[in-house]
């Protein structure tokens, strides 16, 4: 490339431009830092410093290294405002931007993957040789395909040269120093559609495609989950491993898997049978193991459940606890001095904790069903009556409680609506003066007819609990009625089968009975009952009072652990003369004490 002066033509001068010496550099070093070209003149000395020239440019390339086309500092399609255009000067031509004040040139839409350009309004005298003089310094070209009418069609080998391209567009072209028409001409650059793009970006996108397809692949196949080993044939070598696998508590699923597959497969034959039955055998032995595992299974669910039953005992005594401080607040001293909010909230506390307690105590008796029901049907038959004897007078005396604290809480709140309308009624009489409000009386009568009406229903409510509270005593005599009918029932056959048994020869089986139901009543089995039986009766003679299941329980199990509730429960119903069941408390302090007898009878005894 050379230099040329750009008032050259206007002075009219036709003198030769390599000889012009350059006085200022400045808008020849701008034109070539703008289209990424190293600055430097005619000697090859470089014109201005390295940190100025356009970023990433790379002496090695030549011209124009490649760059991100949406980089600052260069405008590829429309420069930003604010830039001007400098002229170019090339080695056969000059190249001169156009007026900044005129809009910039228009482009088409970009095809996909374009890396044509169409060039048009070149002059009539540029040859191919011109043009990749001018456009070689936007990258490499492929292609140039010249038209006769001033146009050609440029393919470079990158798209983003395209970009650098689309720069020149607007420039004037002039060839020379010359003023001829034929020696200059606008330029136009723009995007081309061309086949060989369009295919080429095709490829590129099926590639892509394929990559993106291998790559899914790729990840399926790596969430896929692997499959089955396959399983080997039958021969006497395998066969010898596989029962060496079956001994094997580890491998004894993969190996049975194997075994059923050979049998399946139709290996069994006159020559093979025995190892197969060995085989078999081995599977067999492990029957054993499995039933051990069942059992060590089943005495932790047995333990999961003791603790579960414990958990609830704990929590139904707190219900009672709580129960009992609701039952303390309700009565006539604590509840006269609470405010008719606070009742309310109190009596919807009350009820809520009442329905908990009720939802665990019928657990409890769920899962104590549960566990009678496993014993057998001799001992499940003489506890059963006494339990329900027991339980019928709690539950009797249970429910007879709960009606007269009712019935009392209603006193109290019948007793507590007479004593406002009182003090209304006192008030209305003091204050009655023949200059009050009408309005103020028609209130105070509001409230008395409001506290009547109040009072009236209380009273409907306690007619109904006492008609309540008398029917419920007339079921429990015709309950009571109904068991002494049944107790005398059950001795008439009794006497009935005795005298049976006697003709009919059946001595030993009477005397088994007698024996088994002495044992119950009295008897002490082992060594281990003795114990308890001595440890219980010092623990209950220092509780002169008694003391509930729990508690005991409690106590033994801190000496014996394997002990359960139920074995002593069972013990202390089994002898009547040294140990008796009562009841103590009321309404929600019920509960079921044991006491020490012992010392009270000692010759039935």
């Known amino acids: 490339m050379s230099v040329c002066i750009a008032g050259a033509a206007a002075e009219g001068a036709e003198q030769n431009h390599l000889n012009v010496p350059i006085s200022d550099h400045g808008p020849w070093a701008t034109a070539m830092n703008n289209l990424g070209i190293m600055p430097v003149g005619i000697s090859g000395h470089q014109l201005v410093s390295d940190s100025l020239c356009i970023q990433r440019y790379d002496p090695s390339l030549g011209l124009i290294a490649p760059i991100n086309p949406m980089m600052a500092g260069i405008s590829l399609i429309q420069p930003p405002p604010g830039i001007i255009k400098e002229i170019i000067h090339c080695k056969s031509c000059t190249l001169f931007p156009q007026n900044p004040n005129l809009p910039p040139p228009s482009t088409?839409?970009?095809?996909?993957?374009?890396?044509?350009?169409?060039?048009?309004?070149?002059?009539?005298?540029?040859?191919?040789?011109i043009i990749r003089e001018v456009f070689d310094q936007c990258g490499e070209i492929t292609?140039?395909?010249?038209?006769?009418?001033?146009?050609?069609?440029?393919?470079?080998?990158?798209?983003?040269?395209?970009?650098?391209?689309?720069?020149?567009?607007?420039?004037?072209?002039?060839?020379?120093?010359?003023?001829?028409?034929?020696?200059?001409?606008?330029?136009?650059?723009?995007?081309?559609?061309?086949?060989?793009?369009?295919?080429?970006?095709?490829?590129?996108?099926?590639?892509?495609?394929?990559?993106?397809?291998?790559?899914w692949k790729i990840h399926e196949d790596r969430l896929r989950p692997p499959s089955p080993p396959p399983v080997v044939h039958y021969s006497e070598h395998e066969a010898a491993l596989l029962a060496d696998r079956l001994k094997d508590d580890n491998k004894f699923s993969e190996a049975t898997g194997v075994l059923f597959t050979w049998i399946d497969r139709g290996e069994v034959n006159r020559r093979t049978a025995n190892h197969f039955y060995s085989m078999i055998q081995s599977a067999n032995s492990h029957v054993r193991r499995l039933m051990n595992e069942k059992a060590q299974h089943e005495e932790e669910m047995e333990i999961a459940k003791e603790a579960f039953k414990n958990a609830l005992m704990a929590i139904l005594t707190q219900f009672e606890q709580i129960n009992a401080v609701f039952t303390a607040a309700t009565r006539q001293k604590a509840w006269d001095h609470f405010t008719k909010a606070q009742r309310k909230n109190i009596d919807i506390w009350r009820k809520q904790c009442e329905e908990l307690r009720n939802a665990h105590s019928e657990e409890i008796m769920g899962i104590r069903r549960e566990e009678e029901m496993e014993m057998s049907d001799d001992d499940s038959d003489e506890i059963a009556c006494k339990r329900m004897r027991v339980e019928e007078n709690g539950v009797c005396d249970q429910t007879q409680a709960s009606l007269k604290e009712e019935n009392d809480s209603l006193r109290w709140q019948l007793d507590a609506y007479r004593n406002e309308v009182d003090l209304l009624r006192k008030e209305q009489i003091r204050n009655s003066r023949p200059d009050e409000d009408y309005a103020h009386s028609q209130t105070q009568e509001s409230q008395l007819q409001l506290l009547q009406q109040s009072m009236h229903s209380m009273q409907q409510q306690l007619l109904n609990l006492q008609e309540k509270l008398s029917s419920k005593e007339a079921e429990l005599e015709?309950?009571?009625?109904?068991?002494?009918?049944?107790?005398?029932?059950?001795?008439?056959?009794?006497?009935?089968?005795?005298?049976?048994?006697?003709?009919?020869?059946?001595?030993?089986?009477?005397?088994?009975r007698d024996r088994r139901t002495e044992f119950m009543r009295g008897g002490v089995a082992s060594e281990k009952e003795a114990l308890l039986l001595g440890i219980m009766s010092t623990f209950l003679h220092v509780h002169p009072f008694g003391a509930n299941l729990e508690?005991?329980?409690?106590?033994?199990?801190?000496?014996?652990?394997?002990?359960?509730?139920?074995?002593?429960?069972?013990l202390m119903v089994r002898l009547p003369s040294m140990f008796k069941q009562e009841l103590s408390g009321v309404g929600a302090n019920l509960e079921k004490r044991w006491k020490f007898c012992g010392f009270d009878s000692p010759s039935t005894a």
């Open 108 to 129: 088409r839409e970009r095809p996909p993957g374009c890396k044509t350009v169409f060039v048009g309004g070149l002059p009539e005298n540029a040859t191919e040789e």
């Open 551 to 570: 508690y005991l329980w409690s106590y033994i199990q801190k000496l014996d652990a394997k002990v359960t509730a139920m074995e002593l429960e069972h």
């Open 478 to 512: 015709q309950a009571r009625e109904e068991h002494r009918h049944l107790e005398g029932e059950v001795l008439l056959l009794r006497d009935k089968v005795s005298p049976l048994c006697r003709i009919y020869c059946i001595p030993a089986l009477v005397r088994s």
């Open 143 to 215: 292609a140039i395909r010249k038209s006769k009418k001033n146009f050609c069609h440029i393919r470079f080998s990158e798209e983003f040269m395209v970009d650098k391209a689309i720069y020149l567009s607007g420039y004037r072209m002039r060839i020379g120093s010359s003023t001829d028409k034929k020696d200059s001409g606008r330029i136009h650059v723009d995007f081309a559609q061309a086949r060989d793009d369009l295919y080429e970006w095709e490829c590129k996108q099926r590639f892509m495609a394929r990559e993106e397809r291998h790559r």
